[in-house]
Every structure is written in structure tokens, then in C-alpha cells.
């Protein structure tokens, strides 16, 4: 099935490239977590499983994000046994995408187990031989900088703000990408005018905005440089 462009409004759509740039991830490694590949099953049920177009959507981001934080922080946890801990969440629960909604993650061994926001019990805590003393959490810091909707999935994801401005990618906007806001232009217009323009002054007098958004700009892809997971 292709998607229809009324599928392709407000979920916001990235290439693996996009996606892995802005969770600091390999291509492969988003690719292979939400759709799946030669080396194995996907973790993570994507917003359009049955489309024969793999692009990546926010929500579908969202969890590649907490897949990297255990990823980062529990190594020795291989990829099963993160799809297993979603499965027994949405199959519990029978709640969607639970990576893409508030929750802690914990990990024991080589298991993961997910408490939902509003849930007494971690779910998978099934183990006689494991109680939750011996959880290790997995930090998850970008959480704070998620908001969520009235149904509880993930909406906007703010990772950068300063001097009244903000880095947003917000899946009604823009198709997701990297916005100033509230100036709402794209963060990628700024940043690339200041090469365009010559200088940080030059480029915000081009865009006619302050030259605090150009830099909030130029510091948000200048910290997308980092080691990938």
C-alpha cells in the first residue's frame, strides 16, 4: 500500500538518514529498529507497518530515541529482548507504541522491563529470581523534553531552547523537521544561511529575524555531531 498524501500530514516523515541525524543513530541501526532488516526482525511496531514506503514518521522516531538510550546504557541487551518487553506491554496493556508514551525502563541481565505512566506494576517483572531491587533504570533524559498529547503519545520534542526560542520538531509542522520557534521558519534555513550569507548578522538580516535564532540554529546542528549508536 503507498501512502496517500492525507496519511502523510501531521505524522511527521523523515528518511532513515534525517531520523538517524536527529537521534544521533546510525541509518542502518533506525532502519533495522522500526521496519527491520537482512540482520534481523524490527523492535518496534512502526505508525504505517503495512506501507510499502519505509520512511520513518515522529512517532516511529520517538521510540527510536528510548531504543537508543538502552542501546547507550544496557549494551549486553540484545535487540529481542527489547521487542519482547513491547510486545508483553502492548499485549498487557494493549496499548500502541508504549516507547512513543511516558514510561521508566529498567533492565536485569539481559531483559528489559517497561513501567507505564499511570501503572502500578513493570511490566515482564514475571522472573521469580528478579525483584525490583535489582533493576537497574535506564535514563532517558530526553523524555522531559517530549509533550504528549491527551491520548498520551509523544506530540512535539523540544531538545533545544534558549533566550525565549526553541528548537521544535513538531509533526504538524513543517513535516516534523527542526523548526525556530515560535518564529516557526526551519532551523536548517537558518543554519545554511549563515554559509550563504557569510556571518551570523548577515544571515538573520536576510531571514529578518534576531540574530539569537540564527544561533540557536547553528548550535542545534553543530550538537547533531556526535558518535552514533
Known sequence: MVMSLEDKLGVGLYTAAEAARYVRARPEAITRWVHGN?????VVCPEFASTEERVITFVDMVQAL?????????????????????????????????????????????SIFIKLDGRDEIV??????VGQHLLRPIVEPYLEEISF????????????????????????????QPIVAPLNILASTLAEAV???????????AHGVDRKAVLLAVKY?????????
Open 38 to 42: 537482512a540482520k534481523g526482525e524490527r
Open 66 to 110: 528510548s531504543i537508543r538510550a538502552v542501546r547507550t546504557q544496557a549494551s549486553r541487551v540484545p535487540l529481542p529482548a527489547i521487542r519482547d518487553a513491547v510486545r508483553m506491554a502492548e499485549e498487557e496493556h494493549l496499548v500502541k507504541f508504549p516507547l512513543a508514551r511516558r514510561h521508566l525502563l529498567f533492565y536485569f541481565d539481559k
Open 124 to 129: 515482564g517483572l514475571t522472573r521469580r529470581d
Open 149 to 176: 498529547g491527551e491520548e498520551g503519545l509523544a506530540e512535539t520534542w523540544t531538545p533545544m531552547s534558549a533566550d525565549g526560542l526553541s528548537i521544535r520538531l513538531d509533526p504538524k509542522l513543517r513535516f516534523g
Open 195 to 205: 554559509v550563504a550569507e557569510g556571518s551570523i548578522d548577515a544571515a538573520a538580516e
Open 221 to 229: 546542528f553543530d550538537s547533531l555531531t556526535g558518535l552514533a549508536a
